[in-house]
């Protein structure tokens, strides 16, 4: 009897850790937060609209590499935006073609270098917004609306929920 008790013990200790081992940790929290994004998409009925690709790799930082600096929730934030906004800027005075695509990204770097808001996953922001050609409606709000998802989540995840040295903002 008492070792039936000890093994539920240890396996309740077991569970704990491989729930808490980083790896298992970051995979489930990565699928909880694309999975709340891909639900406004659903109910929304623009499953393309919503489910950007870059939120996959932002996702990962903050859940796998919480501590980097381009996991920052100013640098996701920001980062979408300007990469995003050198696309439309880029796009609009120079028109698309495989050299402007190119110098949209090199900008967007170039912008979150300087103002210190780098954020890797944000380099295809540019990319994205030039080949859609549905500058507005298609990408600015709902890169915005889910880069604040991702930023509240982030939050939440991180600080709040598993209490990491992790900012505000």
């Not at 609209?49 to 996959?56: E, R, S, V, Y």
């Not at 028109?95 to 780098?118: E, K, N, S």
């Not at 880069?147 to 982030?154: A, E, H, M, N, Q």
Request: charged share 10%; proline share 7%; hydrophobic share 55%.
């Amino acid at each position: 009897k008492c070792f039936n008790h000890m093994w539920i013990i240890y396996s309740l200790f077991m569970i704990k850790k491989l729930f808490f081992y980083p790896p298992v940790l970051a995979s489930i929290s990565a699928a909880i937060c694309i999975s709340i994004i891909a639900y406004l998409s659903e109910i929304s009925n623009e499953y393309i609209l919503w489910m950007i690709p870059t939120f996959g790799a932002s996702v990962v930082l903050i859940t796998a590499l919480p501590a980097s600096p381009l996991a920052r929730p100013r640098n996701i934030f920001f980062g979408h935006l300007i990469s995003a906004g050198a696309g439309i800027i880029i796009g609009a005075t120079m028109g698309v073609t495989f050299y402007t695509i190119g110098i949209a990204v090199g900008l967007a770097i170039l912008f979150m270098m300087l103002t210190d808001r780098l954020h890797p996953p944000a380099g295809g922001n540019p990319i994205l917004v030039m080949i859609s050609g549905t500058v507005l409606d298609y990408n600015v709000l709902p890169l915005a609306v889910g880069v604040t998802i991702i930023l509240l989540y982030s939050i939440i995840f991180n600080k709040i929920i598993l209490k990491r040295e992790y900012p505000w903002f």
